[in-house]
């Protein structure tokens, strides 16, 4: 009920009523299988809502269709491209310039930073990637930028050269998100930042969640099924059973004061530490 | 040593949160779906500069009321009007990114207890609430070691996570957050229930402060001492009964 991670959202009144990505009744089947269901929100500039739900709950499906990765069977998935007003519905845009809008103003963080880091390349040069691919060219600045990330995310800079294969899960983790953050996105993705690595490591991560996004006034979604995390990262949550949204509100309200049956099991299953 | 108050506002006496129409039924789906009302048709005016106490048994709905100002807690019906800037803000009906708006600027909260983050320092903790309001770091962390001075926390213990701190010492750390950024209303919840007499008194001082800046203060103080130094009118509340 702190509203810790409190970002900036009323630093700039002008445009805040104009939402930075709209979900509408966003549905998708797997065959006669139902991902999600008419699901439907609004995220501001500098928001970041968490959205819970059990394993298979629909929470993946509807991340991998907000981010472009998927196209949904029904409703759509809106984004303020630029400085503009309008909403652009992002699966009707031609192939190109989703991908360049992913690498641009958009980011994803995936549960195994296996998934988002070239293994195969230096520290350095996952860093440098998504810079060099909107024509950044200059050598030096380009290590020079990838130096300062890694600080950023508190990785020794003498590790730039080093293959992200040899760093533990929460350095690979870090990095991923030096990786995402590196071109200033507008709105990152996260899948389960924290799920699988070690509690200790998990808090550290966390804390550094929390400070950038704050910092970076950040629009973000972020999937998990760990309401702690939830706690510390959303502003708003959103509660997902069976692949449709059964309770929304501001973290604090749908955690102390839970309405859904569903949401009610949720939040008095947690073990308290 | 820092002046925890604001310079006194001309404004003193006029509404700062207008509740009305107030109404709370818990209803608890895994236990076969009882209901409890807590609150009905409760109606509540607080101005600037005065202290009202919740008062009224265990049971009576005073935490309920105190969250559901601070819109943690999501009413039935009715509405809590809250004077923000210029305007008036419903915390009932706001979407989420004005009721932050409100917290940020407007009205702050002492919780009974100190949720804690992994990793943050207490000197931090204090802090953020005044960087989140847009002050300069150096300027932030001067107020908080003020306010962690006047509440007797060792300045050892403020470059640490406030996780292995003593309950009282949370209790002070939480209380110093709730007062780093001055808001015309704050809200307390037993601010003073795990504190020994000298940080009582403290926390006492800290509030009558506030409110001769003109700040409107609503709490619970379960101690009749601490009740009696700060509020200036008590407000009952009554347990509902289930057959009503």
Not at chain 1, 79 to 99: F, K, N, Q, S, V
Not at chain 1, 166 to 195: H, K, Y
């Amino acid at each position: 009920m702190t509203a810790l991670c409190a970002a900036r959202l009323d630093a700039g009144a002008a445009g805040d009523d104009i939402p930075l990505l709209r979900a509408d009744g966003v549905t998708k089947w797997y065959g006669a299988r139902l991902g999600c269901a008419g699901v439907t929100f609004d995220l501001y500039p500098g928001e970041v809502l968490g959205v819970v739900g059990e394993s298979g709950s629909g929470k993946s499906t509807l991340l991998g269709v907000l981010s472009g990765r998927m196209p949904p069977d029904a409703g759509g998935v809106h984004y303020r491209m630029g400085g503009g007003a309008d909403l652009t519905d992002i699966h009707a845009l031609p192939e190109g310039r989703r991908r360049l809008l992913m690498r641009t103003d958009w980011g994803v963080v995936h549960q195994n930073p296996r998934d988002g880091l070239r293994m195969g390349v230096s520290a350095g040069a996952n860093i440098g990637e998504r810079p060099m691919a909107v024509g950044a060219r200059h050598y030096g600045t380009l290590r020079g930028q990838a130096g300062d990330w890694l600080s950023r995310v508190e990785i020794d800079a003498d590790r730039i050269d080093d293959r992200p294969s040899g760093f533990s899960g929460g350095m690979q983790q870090r990095l991923q998100i030096a990786r995402v953050l590196v071109n200033g996105p507008r709105l990152v993705f996260m899948d389960e930042p924290t799920g699988g690595l070690d509690v200790s490591v998990q808090a550290r991560l966390l804390d550094l969640l929390r400070d950038l996004v704050a910092r970076l006034g950040l629009a973000a979604v972020i999937v998990t099924h760990d309401l702690a995390v939830a706690r510390l990262l959303a502003h708003r949550l959103m509660v997902m059973k069976d692949g449709r949204a059964v309770e929304q509100g501001l973290t604090d309200q749908v955690l102390d004061d839970p309405r859904h049956p569903y949401t009610q099991l949720l939040v008095s299953s947690v073990l308290q530490a | 040593m820092i002046t925890t108050a604001p310079t006194p506002r001309p404004d003193l006496g006029r509404p700062m949160i207008r509740v009305e129409g107030l109404a709370k039924t818990f209803v608890l789906h895994t236990q076969g779906g009882a209901e409890i009302p807590v609150l009905r048709d409760t109606a509540l005016t607080v101005h600037a500069g005065e202290c009202v106490a919740l008062h009224g048994p265990s049971g009576a709905g005073k935490s309920t009321l105190l969250r559901a100002l601070y819109a943690n807690y999501r009413p039935d019906a009715g509405h809590v009007w809250v004077r923000h800037g210029e305007g008036w803000v419903d915390m009932v009906t706001a979407p989420p990114r004005h009721v932050l708006a409100v917290r940020r600027r407007t009205m702050g909260h002492v919780s009974q207890f100190l949720r804690v983050i992994p990793r943050v320092p207490a000197l931090d903790v204090v802090a953020e609430p005044l960087i989140a309001m847009g002050e300069g770091q150096a300027t932030a962390r001067d107020r908080a070691a003020g306010l962690l001075t006047r509440l007797n926390i060792p300045e050892r213990l403020w470059p640490l996570a406030p996780a292995t701190f003593s309950g009282g010492e949370q209790q002070r750390v939480n209380v110093a957050r709730g007062f780093a950024a001055p808001r015309p209303i704050l809200l307390l919840d037993e601010p003073t229930a795990s504190l020994d007499r000298a940080n009582r008194d403290g926390v006492v001082a800290l509030i009558a402060e506030v409110k001769t800046a003109g700040t409107a203060v609503v709490g619970i103080f379960h101690d009749g001492d601490v009740r009696d130094a700060v509020s200036d009118r008590l407000f009952d509340l009554h347990p509902l009964g289930k057959a009503a």
